[in-house]
Structure formats: structure tokens, C-alpha cells
């Protein structure tokens, strides 16, 4: 009896086919987990950051928000209409001081207070070991080209500054300060005796409930049967 084999060549080049088409199929299953673990880990790593994100919602971070200075500094009306008197008067106050500081956050121009801020630290320096470490990080913070937090300088300002910057004295900073000081009175601080938060402080306001806040918990269907939109809150 004749090879089946011989006679049905077509048998063998299936089985071969067959054995091929197997071993792609093992191979494609052993890398399934991996691709599969891939986009797990992933989602994993969104709803952690959701979760971080709603957990800093609730902290109270959105300060433009009314109330939010109220919250932070703790402060009688009579205190809030002394700020008013004068710029010089608010940053002479430590609650002032924040609450202007809190403001600017919101206006995303925080780095003029804080390089006021270290400008007087600075000016604290009791020898004159300190004032070459000190000198370096405000410059290379906010005052040189492409600064992390560079604030806005005149020419002959910056180039005054960056001068004096390798044999620091106390008053290194002084001119660029006095700018800033000046930009900050003449601009920012007008708005922020016009902004609500300050606005509920001198007013003697304490929302403690703010309106249409978002909840920690999931809402579902039932929870708004019934209930009527109130657009008047935005």
C-alpha cells in the first residue's frame, strides 16, 4: 500500500500549516496579559489623578471663589476697611499680606508678592556671608532671563541688578523691588479692593455653605427628581 502521505501531499503541507497557525496562536496568547495589563495600569493611574484633582477641589483651592479669604484669614470688617487705607497698610499685616497673596494666586501673578517677599528676607540678612547665597537664588528665581517665576522688569533695571549680583549688598535689590512694589499698587491691588472675597470681608460675610458646591459623593437620577434649577447662583 502506497504513502497516504505521497498520495495526499496537500495532508502534510496543512499539517504544517496547522502546527504554524498553532504556534502563532500561542505566541499571540502569551503576549495577550501584557497588553491587556497595560491599559489597566493606565486607568489605574487616571482615576488616582481624578481622585486627587476632586480631593483638591474640596481643599478649597479655587480662590476665586467668595468667601475663600474669608476661610483663610479670619479677620473683622473693621480690620478689611483698614487695608483699604493704603497699599503699604494691607502688606503690613500678616492677614493682609495672605489675603492679597491668595488673590494673585488667582490672577496667576503670585510671583510679584513673593519676590517682594524674599526682597524683604533679604534686607533681614544680619552679615554679609548670607547675602551671596541669598542674592543668587532671587536672581536666578525671578529676576534672570526665562526665570521660573521672572517678573516684569525694565531694561536698565535688570541689567542694574544683574550687575551686582557677584558682590551683593543689602540694597542689591532695592530698584527692582521698588518696581514691583509699584506695579503691584498701581494694578493689582485696585482690583483686589474691587474683588468679591474682599469685598465679602469688609462686608462682614462668612458663606460657610457656598452655593451649588460640588459633592465627594456620586449623584444618581433620584437625587434631582423634584428639583428645580436655580440659574439665579451663576
Known amino acids: 500500500m502506497e504513502n497516504p502521505l505521497l498520495l495526499f501531499p ?53 480662590l476665586g471663589k467668595p468667601g475663600n479669604l474669608t476661610k483663610a484669614a479670619s479677620v473683622s470688617p473693621e480690620e478689611a476697611v483698614k487695608w483699604g487705607e493704603s497699599f ?29 517677599i524674599a526682597c524683604e528676607d533679604y534686607k533681614k540678612s544680619k552679615t554679609a556671608h548670607e547675602l551671596l547665597p541669598k542674592a543668587k537664588t532671587i536672581y536666578e528665581t525671578f529676576i534672570q532671563k526665562d526665570a521660573p517665576k521672572e517678573v516684569n522688569l525694565d531694561f536698565h533695571t535688570k541689567e542694574v541688578t544683574s550687575q551686582n549680583i557677584e558682590q551683593p549688598i543689602i540694597t542689591t535689590f532695592d530698584a527692582a ?20 472675597p474682599y469685598l465679602n470681608l469688609v462686608k462682614g460675610r462668612n458663606p460657610s455653605r457656598p452655593t451649588l458646591r460640588r459633592r465627594s459623593r456620586s449623584f444618581t437620577v433620584n437625587d434631582f427628581q423634584g428639583v428645580r434649577p436655580d440659574f439665579t447662583a451663576w
Open 10 to 62: 496537500q495532508l502534510n503541507i496543512s499539517a504544517s500549516k496547522d502546527k504554524s497557525y498553532y504556534k502563532v496562536m500561542k505566541s499571540t496568547t502569551k503576549e495577550e496579559p501584557h497588553k491587556t495589563s497595560k491599559p489597566g495600569a493606565k486607568q489605574k493611574r487616571n482615576r488616582l489623578s481624578l481622585l486627587l484633582q476632586k480631593s483638591e477641589f474640596h481643599e478649597g483651592d479655587h
Open 88 to 116: 503699604d497698610k494691607l502688606l503690613s499685616e500678616k492677614a493682609g499680606l495672605d489675603a492679597f497673596t491668595k488673590f494673585l494666586k488667582t490672577e496667576f501673578s503670585e510671583e510679584n508678592i513673593e519676590f517682594w
Open 177 to 196: 523691588q521698588n518696581t514691583v512694589y509699584r506695579l503691584m499698587e498701581q494694578d493689582s491691588y485696585p482690583r483686589f479692593l474691587r474683588s468679591d
